[in-house]
């Protein structure tokens, strides 16, 4: 028999005070479940209305290019698209922010105001335009990465914190709950077997209280 289930008044003790913890941890992790499973559900309105702006900011961007294509051809266009220099102030796009001990992802706004430069010579206001719609559509695609990455993270750690929660709620607790009922109950029958051989005992000796 395991040592934790001998039906001694220490163990009972013990055991009381692991369903307390038990229980106690369960409901923290309901709690943490609750608030993870509230912020989900609002980053994911946040990412259904970025999905479609974002394809909107692409499309326009698609097009304000096609235009400049059309107005100064593909080749003039590829040699001042590779000529682009992009000055990044810095080289991590997200810092992070914690929720009930998970790391969520958010946009460093530096970064997205990076600034691309190009030679103006041969150029047009329709690259300027496209150039414009471009850098619209790159910071929504930042954007929208970061709540990808929370929608992400926010489901991973519901599911942990569920997982752990169940095993607390159909595993931990009813074996605390059948260990302190069987110590209980195997101590209450000790007692009234000890009770009866104290009875008998004052019988056999004609003993009798005052």
Do not use: C
């Not at 719609?133 to 990808?148: D, G, P, V, Y």
């Amino acid at each position: 028999m395991d040592a934790h289930n001998l039906p001694t008044k220490q163990n009972l003790i013990l055991t009381r005070g692991r369903l307390v913890l038990a229980r106690r941890g369960y409901d923290l992790l309901e709690r943490k479940r609750q608030v993870l499973a509230n912020e989900l559900l609002a980053v994911q309105g946040q990412a259904a209305n970025m999905r479609l702006e974002l394809g909107r900011a692409l499309e326009k961007a698609l097009t304000a290019f096609k235009v400049v294509a059309a107005e100064i051809g593909m080749d003039k266009l590829d040699e001042i698209v590779n000529g682009v220099k992009a000055s990044t102030p810095g080289n991590v796009p997200f810092s992070f922010r914690r929720l009930m001990g998970v790391e969520l992802p958010v946009v460093n706004e530096d970064y997205i105001l990076l600034e691309i430069s190009y030679e103006l010579a041969g150029t047009t206001i329709s690259l300027d335009e496209a150039v414009l719609a471009w850098k619209e559509a790159r910071k929504l695609i930042i954007s929208w990465a970061a709540i990808e990455n929370t929608v992400y993270r926010l489901q991973l750690h519901i599911k942990k914190t569920q997982k752990r929660a169940n095993a607390l709620g159909n595993i931990v607790i009813p074996k605390y709950e059948a260990r302190i009922k069987y110590i209980r109950e195997r101590l209450e029958e000790r007692e009234r077997d000890d009770l009866a051989r104290i009875k008998l005992a004052k019988k056999k000796t004609g003993y009798e209280p005052g």
